[in-house]
């Protein structure tokens, strides 16, 4: 597994990419694979369907190299386009008769795999509280939740992410932090 890159580091192998570079998209791959493969769990729960859409999604790359556009930042175009092709997959499975991709996904928050790294009871017991707060919020609240604090991405990313404003990002944050405050600080 290679160590995460700089969004420069990052700019520079998708544009030795764009010019011929096989190479440069591997070590693309290798570098965006754990957080691509972490964002897509949070879409679909099913391992092995995460795996194919990344794998998909770099082939398809592979065989358009010529005729792929230049990207304003790496990561966030391949989180986009992942989402992309895991939801379309997924309306591929339901056999749905629409002509678009649905913004009906489920997101889920799980804390559980950081759980083993603390020993301290109140610490447990603190995670646990956001973690309940955090899957009362709406699926589109705990995706930009995820994208903001977790995968660290600027408004103008999580926009492009999720299909939203800029303006409407900044809202639905705010939203969502008045709601995780309003839910943290009740007594349940």
Not at 24 to 32: F, W
Not at 36 to 45: E, K
């Amino acid at each position: 597994m290679r160590a995460r890159i700089t969004p420069d580091e990052a700019q520079k192998l998708w544009n030795d990419y764009q010019s011929g570079d096989m190479y440069a998209l591997a070590n693309i791959m290798q570098s965006y694979y754990s957080d691509l493969f972490h964002w897509g769990l949070r879409l679909h729960a099913e391992r092995e369907f995460v795996k194919d859409c990344i794998q998909d999604m770099f082939v398809k790359l592979w065989k358009m190299q010529e005729s792929v556009n230049a990207v304003e930042n790496v990561r966030s175009y391949l989180m986009v386009v992942l989402k992309t092709r895991i939801l379309r997959e997924l309306s591929k499975k339901h056999v749905t008769h629409q002509s678009f991709l649905s913004e009906e996904y489920s997101f889920s928050v799980e804390f559980a795999s950081d759980l083993r790294l603390i020993d301290e009871e109140h610490e447990v017991y603190r995670i646990r509280k956001l973690e309940v707060v955090l899957n009362h919020l709406s699926d589109r609240q705990k995706e930009l939740i995820y994208l903001k604090f977790y995968q660290n991405l600027s408004f103008e990313q999580i926009a492009d992410v999720m299909k939203l404003s800029r303006q409407s990002v900044y809202n639905l944050l705010q939203k969502s932090l008045g709601s995780l405050r309003k839910h943290y600080d009740s007594p349940h």
